[in-house]
């Protein structure tokens, strides 16, 4: 049975803060109003995430096994932005999915699963667009631009998202820098922006993108990076400091 969305959520930034202020950990929901109720956001690890909305669950780059998401029952859409094992697991796709489960991927994603399950897939390429049981699906370039990061994410390989809920834009970075596409990206009302070395962007470029492309929130994660943990906060005072009307909320990734 699916998890529900359990009453009003009281995770946005007075509780954050107070958790920041206090040493409590971060939040491990938050929720987002849309002309449909709420879309209710767990973070699962690093790049994964459950959204429910309207009686709908996604799962967002699912990994790690059928155990993370015990309590949320089978997905009935699940996107995957690129190739690699912080990303995708066709194992864990699976576990999660039955035969009703959509998902949605870029080509390089299709190509790794086996051929018996590639009837499981749809393929979306940078650009195009998917309606999806309300749900409006656009897959967004992600890909590196420094020379010595191309090797990580080169460009049209992987999938970020902008979706559509019931009058809401939620942004998925995936694995990207502040590239272009991000910055001209318009009326978004929360983004997932990534922000980890050497395989992303630097703290600084994922201020600067956010300040540019005006989400009203921010999520900062997939923020553990080859030297440990990305500066989360320091990343919130630059974009308090610039643009306070951007609400920068920090949940438990970790």
Known sequence: MKRGVHGVLVFAATVALTA??????????DQLMTDKGPLVIHPIEHA?????????????DPVGGADPFASFGRADLILI????GDHLSVDTVRAVSNE??????????????????????????????????GVEIEA???????????RFHPNG?????VLGFGGKRLYISGDTEDI????????????FVCMNLPYTMEVDAAADAVLEFRPKIVYP???????????????RSIVAGRNPDIEVRLLRWY
Do not use: C
């Open 20 to 29: 920041a202020a206090t040493g409590q950990k971060p939040p491990t929901e």
């Open 48 to 60: 994964t995430a459950v959204l429910e909305w309207d009686g709908r669950t996604i799962y967002l």
């Open 81 to 84: 932005t690129d190739i690699h």
């Open 100 to 133: 009703k489960t959509k998902v949605v991927v870029p080509a390089a994603v299709a190509s790794e699963f086996p051929e018996a399950d590639r009837d499981r897939v749809t393929v979306l390429d940078n650009g195009g667009t998917l309606a999806w049981d």
């Open 140 to 150: 967004i370039p992600m890909y590196n631009v420094a020379e010595e990061r191309q």
């Open 157 to 161: 390989r992987g999938n970020g998202y």
């Open 180 to 191: 272009p596409e991000m910055r001209r990206l318009e009326d978004i009302d929360a983004a």
């Open 221 to 235: 994660y997939h923020y553990r990076g080859k030297e440990g943990m990305s500066d989360v906060e320091r990343f």
